[in-house]
């Protein structure tokens, strides 16, 4: 989902985008990943398409979701 956004937002010259930290509520997953995964998307995006107009992507955590930003800050890109 998130390198399907990502990719989408690039063909329309898109600068920024946001994502909800989505699953770590209510579904439950596990935050650890669902932020690796989020994260590793983003990377592998920017890694393979040095020509993209995006320069900001957000990762939008709930403010009460402490164990989602907490893991969040452990990732260093």
Not at 7 to 23: D, L, M, N
């Amino acid at each position: 989902m998130v390198s399907e956004c990502l990719k989408q937002a690039s063909q329309q010259r898109f600068t920024s985008i946001s994502f909800p930290a989505i699953g770590t509520g209510g579904q439950h997953y596990p935050a650890q990943e669902v932020v690796a995964a989020m994260l590793g998307a983003v990377n592998m995006f920017s890694s393979s398409s040095p020509s993209v107009t995006m320069k900001l992507v957000r990762i939008i955590v709930y403010p009460k979701d402490d164990a989602v930003f907490k893991v969040g800050k452990t990732f260093v890109i």
